[in-house]
């Protein structure tokens, strides 16, 4: 199947500091990605979804000044996690769908583990 | 799209075969049936896809009758590597996913 990468693999940064995480499709074009969030034994919640060349669209109760995603080409989307605090600690996953076949199937990345201090 | 439903939690021993019921009563025309497979501290990985009858690829096999409302996921002889939460998503192109709280499978000697 396709593959998404993302980096960094896992990050802890102090309050207050900024963090990006990077989404890259490797072998396929991506106009749309998302993002997703997972906290401890729970399952995924998307936050938002990443459109290049437009803005992100965000969920319900997703601050998008605090979480910036920015659709930089074809095959990368970053998110940006502003001043992070402690409850911002989470598993952050983002997928992307290769439309070069039939059905649009969606590949995961590997997530990124945000520990905030 | 709304979520499917699924069982919380499943136990199996090596070298059995497993089967995981998803029920998706309200499933649109466009709508693929899509399982996924997590590890801990892993981003999902696609298991496979179907939209009607049988699919069958190198890891499992996926049964989904006519009326579409439901599906079965076939792993055939199972590992402890298997044990992981299984997730039946409803997919259709380009539109972000719903996941629901998945099946936990706990694979055993």
């Known amino acids: 199947g396709a593959v998404v990468s993302q980096h960094p693999s896992w990050v802890i940064c102090k309050s207050g500091t900024s963090v990006k995480i990077e989404c890259r499709s490797l072998d396929f074009q991506a106009t749309t990605m998302f993002w997703y969030r997972q906290f401890p034994k729970q399952s995924l919640m998307l936050m938002a979804t990443s459109n290049e060349g437009s803005k992100a669209t965000y969920e319900q109760g997703v601050e998008k000044d605090k979480f910036l995603i920015n659709h930089a080409s074809l095959t990368l989307s970053t998110l940006t996690v502003t001043s992070a605090h402690p409850e911002d600690s989470s598993f952050y996953i983002c997928s992307a769908p290769d439309t070069s076949g039939e059905t649009d199937t969606q590949y995961f990345g590997p997530g990124t583990r945000l520990t905030v201090l | 799209l709304a979520k499917t439903t699924q069982p919380i939690s499943m136990d199996s021993y090596e070298g059995q075969e497993v089967n995981i019921t998803c029920s998706h009563n309200n499933i649109a025309t466009n709508d693929y049936i899509t399982w996924y497979q997590q590890f801990p501290s892993q981003g999902p990985r696609f298991i496979i896809q179907?939209?009607?009858t049988k699919v069958t690829n190198e890891v499992a096999s996926l049964f989904i009758p006519a009326d579409r409302k439901s599906s079965t996921l076939s792993l055939p002889r199972v590992s402890l590597s298997d044990t992981a939460v299984y997730y039946c998503?409803?997919?259709?192109?380009?539109?972000?996913?719903?996941f629901g709280s998945g099946t936990r499978l706990q694979v055993q000697p």
């Open positions: 998503l409803r997919s259709t192109g380009r539109r972000a996913l719903t």
């Open positions: 179907g939209y009607k």
